[in-house]
């Protein structure tokens, strides 16, 4: 049995013990105290994130996400940008055994790690950070946020998880009035129950969808770090873009496996639409007839699409890993990453938008999951950078001559074709475009390239997608052939102007691929994985009957019901964390739980009486 199936297994897990009326408190502390579950069962330790280790990978591939996507961005961040970042200078930092020390502490989850790099008024533009860390002649340093709009957005830094934070913090070092470029600085920013002295945090509005992240504008007024909080040198920076992409270079990191987390996303919103669309009648094409929905094509097609995506992606997923781990130089990687994210980001939210528009009504509620997931996957591609940005760039240094990535390897294939002539129009501007005069050029890039820069890295993405795919034992015929023509119609005028498709015969193609896959679809979803993950009420008749059953209801009597959600108190963290609880379907369960809820101390953010309002 893997962990994650023995974490299913803990009633900290059960889908009943994240209340859905429950206070913001409580979900960010559940969602914290499962996070310390997977750290507990997983093993994770600060040389599986430095060498990006398969135990590292495979995480972020795990449907652990899909069930709190608060926990996976939880930890994604504290391992991979807190944890990696700071290990990169454990064994050459002066004070290494203070980082050893704060290592250690974030490996036990003693403390929960953070990154703290964007500003409200800097997004992307990292070298003009105005965060400043003033070195003093004591060797310490006074971190300050010298404005509002220098306040760092959006990392959670409230003492709401009941647990201290430690964050890798990105300022401008100054060093007798000299500005010596961006360095990261180890700040320990709360315990507890309160923040640190000349710390304030102020708790941003929840966003609709994923389960709760408490994330905070965070603000510095002179704090003092020891020496050795600061990661680096004292020395100013050669190559300061060189060394601020260096400092960063776990984001790239974060974009690639924040990315691989699509593929459980489009199993489990698969699966919902799937089972939804069998169990759900419609009028047939004959006269008195009933059909389920998943008879008709509008309804089978996404989730068919969904799962060829998944299988596609995981294929891809496993060949970029490997390429991107033995990548040494750094603009290659960020490159493989570029364009995987791309290729998941742009197809996924497509067909993710797709599956909620088909389940109807029933698609707009959390608790149904697909809207869920889409709003965490959607946050999770803009968390590493905006994939626009970085699109622009990879374009720019390609056309250039600055950077190359990996050629076809069946350059008659069709999406090898639409790639290579994509390209040829695209490099055929740019060289009109460096032919004009200075004052116009810019101008012009970014009237006439900026536009396509994300679907010239599409281009890439789904040949390289497919490429992995056709390797892969794992991916059939019938899909590869439903994700090539899925991917045709994401550009058909290229393919109407430069091969013998018409319009129409586009989507008869797209049609006949399409009914080839039905009858795999009941397969297909069982093969899935998916299944044990999947919360919502409108894929089977029970289900949605004692979802029903538990709702509020309102009649000429009055209110005769009302909701019960399982919750925790303080007391109760450690023993909701161990497998010898329980059932979590014990009726006696659910009644001590209440009775914990009654006796639980008033701890919302409304009312708290700590430094993050």
Known sequence: MDYATKLLELPIWSAGSYPEDGSPSEHIRISHERARSVVQHVGMTTKDIATLSPKFRDFHTNFLGTADSAVATILSTHWNLCMGTIAAYAEDHPGSSYTRQVLLELQEFRSVGEFMLTEVARGSDASNLETTATYNHDGSFDLHTPNPMAAKSMPPTSPEAGMPRIAVVFAQLVVNGEHRGIRPFIVRLCGADKMAPGISSRLLPRRNGPKYVDHCITMFNHVRLEPAALLGTLNAAKDLRGEVSRQV??????????????????????????RYGQRQHAAGPKLGEKVPKAYFASQHGPALVALTLSSVLEAYAATVWEEFCWEEQPQLRDGLACIFKTAAAIDGQSVLTEMTDRCGWQGLYTHNQITEL???????????GDFSLVCSRLVSELLLGRQSIPKARNPTSLLAKHEYGVWKEAACQAKAILSTDGSNRDDMFNAMLLPRCRKLVLAIGHRMAYEAAVDSSRVPIEMLRLYEATCMLDDPGWYVE????????LDEHHAMVVRALLPSLDR?????????????????????T??????????????????????????????MSESNVGDSGDPDEYSELEKLRASQPVSNLASRNCNCL
């Open 524 to 544: 297909l979803l069982d093969e899935s994985g998916a299944a044990a993950w999947v919360t919502s009420p409108i894929v089977t008749e029970e289900r949605w």
């Open 374 to 384: 889409a709003s965490s996957f959607r946050g999770n591609l803009i968390a590493e």
């Open 249 to 274: 270079h776990r984001l790239t990191v974060g974009a690639l496996c924040l990315a691989m987390g699509s593929i459980p996303i489009l199993r489990v919103t698969a699966f919902v639409l799937g």
């Open 498 to 505: 430069n091969t013998k498709f018409t319009s129409s015969k």
């Open 546 to 575: 004692d979802f029903v059953g538990k709702l509020p209801e309102y009649s000429s009597d009055g209110c005769s019901g009302k909701s019960r959600s399982r919750v925790r108190n303080n007391s109760n963290h450690a023993s």
